[in-house]
Nanobody, 124 residues
């Protein structure tokens, strides 16, 4: 299983970025996936999850600005980030569960597969 993130970069406050996570050796259909982020010196935190039925959930502070989605044909997970704030700067990771139908979770320990991360840097 391999998850490869892309799409990170530097963006000014109020700007947008879309992260992608391409999966190989794994199918995103009927599996729960998530985006996490980790800033230096901080714990890894859940940004958004999408369950096996494609139902999204978001951290409260990000609702309305971030959108998680899956493209089953491209076997890719996305995170659309709008109205970015400088405090959004972090390494963003996609994560996947290894059991079909397993529920989405905000706990990083519940995810068996991880990408290498994509850096997002916001500036004011």
């Amino acid at each position: 299983v391999r998850l490869v993130e892309s799409g990170g970069g530097s963006v000014q406050a109020g700007g947008s970025l879309r992260l992608s996570c391409a999966a190989s050796g794994y199918t995103v259909i009927n599996y729960s996936l998530a985006w996490f982020r980790q800033a230096p010196g901080e714990e890894r935190e859940a940004v958004a999850t999408i369950d096996a039925y494609d139902r999204p959930a978001y951290a409260d502070s990000l609702k309305g600005r971030f959108t998680i989605s899956k493209d089953n044909y491209r076997n890719t997970l996305y995170l659309q980030m709008n109205s970015l704030k400088p405090e959004a700067s972090a390494m963003y990771f996609c994560a996947a569960r290894d059991r079909r139908g397993a529920s989405a979770s905000i706990k990083f320990a519940d995810y068996e597969y991880w990408g290498q991360g994509s850096q997002v840097t916001g500036s004011s």
